[in-house]
C-alpha cells in the first residue's frame, strides 16, 4: 500500500482560490476504493472529512479545499498600530488515507476438503464468516461457486473452506476473489500528513493566480511583497488617510517597518508580532510613533511629497519591495474617505474630496385599521385625530454619492477594488461607520484613453436609522 502525491497547493496560499489536493494509491482499483481527506485544524480537532472515488480518467483522488477553508478566515480591524491579524489566516493539516471492500484473490488451484471447496490463499476469515466469491470468468466456468457461501473450516490463516460442492466443480484453476458478505472495509487513515499548511484571506484574480508563488511572499529578500493590493508606485493619500498592511512573517519573527519620505529622512518601528501575519499601519494619519534611522523632522514636513515604506530585519536588511506613498494636499471641498478591504487581505483606504450629496429615502409600513370611535346620543362618531392608514414601521434610508479628485491609472485600478470589497467603512470626523456600495458596476479607464480619470462612488450605512412612533 502506498499514497503518492500527485499535486499539492503552497504550503502559504490565497483561501478563496483552489486548494486542490491530488493523489494516488496503489490500491486504487481495489473493489469499493475511496479517498480519505481528513482535514484538522493545527494542533486541534478534525473539522471535515471526505470520503472521495477515483477520477475515472487517472484514478486520483482529488479534493479542493478553498470552499471549506475560506470559511475559516476573515479580517481584522484596527486594534493599535501593529497586531496580531489572527483572523486573517488559518493553520491547518490534511491527512489522506484510503478504504476498500475487505477481500482476497486467489491464484492458486481449488481444490477438495470434504466434500467442499478450499481456497489457498492468505487470509483473515474465521469460521462461520459469511463470504462473497467473485470469479475471473465471473462464474461461466463454475456457477456453483459464484455468490454467497459459509466459511465451515481454516487452516490458520493460509487456507479456508467454504459451503460449495467440490462436486459441481468443472474447473480447478480459475482465479477468483472473496469478500465478506456484508461488504466491510479495510480502512487506513493518515498514510501521508500534511501539516502547519497556512490559507490567509486573499482571492487572486483569474490571471495572478496562475503565477501565485508563496516565495514572493517569505518577507526576506528586497523583492517579496506584502500582503497588500495598493500599487508600489501611483498610490496617493490624503493627509488624512489610514492605511493598513498585512505583513507575512514566514522568515522573521522580529522585524522593522522602514519609512523614507523626500526630504530623505529615514524612519522606523518594531514589528514584533511573532504571529503568521501581522497587520501594521502605515498611513499618513495612522503611522505612529517612528523613531529616527537618519535626517531630520518628522516623516510629513510642509515640503515633503512623498514618503517610500517597505519591511526590513532587525538589523535592517531591506525584506520587502519599497511602496510609495504619495502627499496628496490638494484642497478638499469633503472629508470622506473609505477604509475598505482589499483582495489580498489588508485595509487601505480612498479619499473623495470633491463635493458630496446626502440623499434620503423613507420607506414605511402601512395598514388601514378600523376607526373604533365613540357613541354619543344615540349616534356612532369620531375623532378628527383618529387613525385609519397607521404606520406600521418606519426606517429612514440614506445614500451619499461621493466623488473623488482626478487620480492616476493606478488608483482608477485600486478603485476597481474598492467598488466589488465585501467591506467598506466611511470614516466621518474620526469615526468609521459600516457601510454598503451601492454600485454595481464601473469602467475601467485607462490614461492613454482619458487623461483626467476621476471615480464617483454611491454608499449607503449598513444599519438602517429606526423612527420612533
Known sequence: MAITLIAKPFTFSPAYNELKYIYDSTNKNQLGFKYIFQVRQYSGSQIAEYRVLPLVTSGYGEQDLSKLLSNKVSYDLPSGTMYNAANSFYEYDVRIGEEYITGVNYTASLSNNGGNVKVTVTHSFVVGDQ?????????????????????????????????????????????????????????????????????????????????????????????????????????????????????????????????????????????????????????VNNVGTLTTVSGTGGLVEADTTYYDFWYASSVGAQFSVKYRVNL????????????????????????????????????????????????????????????????????????????????????????????????????????????????????????RNKNLIRKSLTVKPSNQNVING
Request: with cysteine.
Open 131 to 283: 463470504v462473497r466469491i467473485v470469479q475471473a470468468d465471473n462464474g461461466v466456468a463454475n456457477p456453483q461457486l459464484e455468490g454467497l457461501f459459509v466459511v465451515t473450516a481454516i487452516t490458520g490463516t493460509t487456507d479456508f473452506t467454504v459451503s460449495a460442492l467440490w462436486s459441481e466443480v468443472t474447473d480447478a484453476t480459475i482465479n477468483g476473489s472473496v469478500y465478506y458478505a456484508d461488504n466491510r472495509k479495510t480502512q487506513t487513515l493518515a498514510v501521508v500528513t500534511v501539516s502547519r499548511a497556512v490559507v490567509f484571506n486573499a482571492a487572486f484574480s483569474w490571471l495572478d493566480w496562475i503565477g501565485y508563488n508563496e516565495s514572493n511572499y517569505n518577507c526576506n529578500t528586497a523583492t517579496d511583497l506584502l500582503l497588500t493590493s495598493i500599487p508600489q508606485t501611483g498610490f496617493y493619500a490624503t493627509p488624512e488617510q489610514d492605511l493598513i498592511v498585512n505583513v507575512p512573517n514566514q522568515s522573521v519573527s522580529t522585524g522593522f517597518m522602514y519609512f523614507e519620505n523626500s526630504n530623505g529622512s529615514v524612519f522606523k518601528k518594531a514589528v514584533s508580532n511573532a504571529n503568521v501575519i501581522t497587520a501594521v499601519t502605515v498611513g
Open 328 to 447: 496628496d494636499k490638494r484642497c478638499k471641498i469633503e472629508n470622506y474617505e473609505i477604509l475598505f478591504l482589499d483582495r489580498k487581505g489588508s485595509f487601505p483606504s480612498f479619499a473623495f474630496q470633491l463635493r458630496s450629496y446626502d440623499k434620503g429615502n423613507v420607506q414605511r409600513t402601512q395598514f388601514n385599521r378600523d376607526v373604533a370611535g365613540y357613541v354619543s346620543s344615540a349616534r356612532w362618531n369620531y375623532f378628527p385625530t383618529d387613525f385609519g392608514m397607521t404606520n406600521a414601521s418606519v426606517l429612514l434610508e440614506s445614500t451619499i454619492d461621493l466623488n473623488t479628485n482626478y487620480m492616476t491609472e493606478e488608483m482608477a485600478v485600486l478603485f476597481e477594488e474598492l467598488v466589488s470589497t465585501p467591506l467598506a467603512f466611511l470614516k466621518i470626523g474620526e469615526t468609521y461607520q459600516a457601510v454598503q456600495i451601492v454600485d454595481t458596476s464601473f469602467e475601467v479607464e485607462k490614461s
